[in-house]
């Protein structure tokens, strides 16, 4: 597995559990870095929960019960996630460090003999034959004791958005920039804000979102124009300070307190990317690497973890056939047939929000028009956002009653 995230660590796991040796490369010596994927979808945290990851946590994670969307002062939509009828109906905010460390913990604790987790170690070429032909046999790896060689029936691209191992080996893709790009920052949480709700603000064609941060701090991202953070730092620090004073003026003093400097912000591309193929002889993309997606609805974690559940037991079973090149070619190409659809569902509903969101002027009140419909019916509301959120799980027969709005859980 090239890239110790939670799509790689996941699948080093389930691997591991079936017997199947592993090593993981992770290129950063440590998993207590800042990450802005800390969103896990109910059918995520349900799976990790089936893989006893949730237990090792210590409650280092935060459900979330509630979702609204504000528009030009407005609110337009609410769900209430307690009203949702599956084993796990509720998101939850899980800093990424924590579930790394869990899941790096759950493969060296319980099966020590097959899970090998390499730190500090980065992927510097594809092990192929002189003239590149041939199938992936494993790759090099540049750590601080010098270069490694690990050699694999079968080659893991799980490094993310920006994947060194698909750019090496060459399985064409096409990226697709999107209309924005997000600044993102973190802040104290508002006293007056309860801690249990995603917010959505949105005025004219600049939105904002507000997610929850365990155990005590408020993740901001707000559009900009796709290249705009130039212009923007241009206009300096006051311009960041008013797009926010405009969306959530409840943040106005800790904005200006907190964010010093630009280093206190970073920036996201926001874009997608189409894999024609995952896979090749001897090599396969997952998570991001496959399929990059966009931050709305916290879907990159969410198909990072579904991808490795899906995918181990394909080649744990290719393996017990004998694991020849042919037949490993032939799950990782079922795991794309089992995994497309449901990826091409979250683009869509995320690039559909995405369009809705850049809306402004007449296009606005479509826009406030089309929530307040959703919001009306119970049923519209599981059918739009079960579309990301449980794609897995099946109702199940006992519904975890609202509370009232006023209560603090």
Request: charged share 25%; with cysteine.
């Amino acid at each position: 597995m090239v890239g110790g995230g939670p799509a790689g660590l996941t699948l080093a796991v389930e691997l591991a559990k079936r017997s199947v040796s592993v090593v993981v490369l992770e290129q950063s010596g440590h998993f207590d870095r800042s990450f802005r994927g800390e969103s896990v979808s109910p059918d995520s945290v349900w799976l990790l929960d089936r893989l006893g990851v949730l237990g090792r946590l210590n409650g280092a994670y935060q459900q979330m019960h509630r979702m609204e969307i504000v528009d030009s002062g407005s609110t337009v939509l609410r769900a209430d996630f307690r009203r949702f009828p599956y084993p796990h109906p509720y998101p939850v905010e899980l800093p990424q460090p924590a579930l790394l460390s869990a899941l790096a913990g759950l493969g060296q604790d319980e099966h020590p003999e097959h899970f090998v987790l390499v730190r500090r170690a980065t992927a510097t070429r594809l092990l192929r034959a002189a003239d590149g032909s041939g199938p992936v046999t494993g790759v090099t790896a540049r750590t601080p004791e010098g270069e490694i060689t690990v050699r694999a029936a079968l080659t893991v691209a799980a490094d993310g958005r920006f994947s060194k191992v698909r750019e090496m080996s060459g399985l064409p893709y096409t990226k697709l920039p999107l209309d924005r790009d997000v600044v993102w920052l973190k802040l104290p949480f508002p006293p007056e804000w309860d801690d249990r709700t995603y917010r959505i603000r949105i005025r004219g064609d600049q939105h904002g979102l507000f997610i929850p941060t365990h155990p005590n701090s408020v993740r901001v991202g707000f559009n900009i124009p796709k290249g705009g953070l130039k212009g923007l730092r241009a206009q300096g620090l006051p311009a960041l300070y008013e797009r926010l004073d405009l969306l959530a003026p409840e943040l106005s003093g800790s904005v200006r307190s907190e964010i010093r400097s630009w280093s206190d912000t970073s920036m996201l591309d926001i874009f997608t990317a189409l894999v024609p193929r995952w896979s090749m002889p001897g090599l396969v993309l997952i998570g991001d690497a496959a399929h990059t997606l966009t931050p709305i609805l916290g879907q990159g974690v969410n198909h990072a973890i579904i991808d490795a559940v899906t995918l181990a037991p394909l080649v744990r079973d290719a393996l017990g056939a004998g694991g020849d090149e042919s037949a490993l070619l032939r799950a990782c190409e079922e795991f794309q047939r089992a995994r497309e659809e449901a990826v091409g569902k979250s683009r869509g509903l995320q690039l559909r929000q995405e369009r809705l969101f850049a809306l402004h002027g007449a296009g606005g009140i479509f826009r406030r028009s089309l929530y307040r419909v959703v919001d009306q019916s119970q049923k519209l509301k599981e059918k739009v956002l079960g579309g990301a959120y449980f794609q897995l799980q099946k109702p199940g027969p006992h519904v975890v009653e609202a509370q009232s709005p006023a209560t603090r859980v």
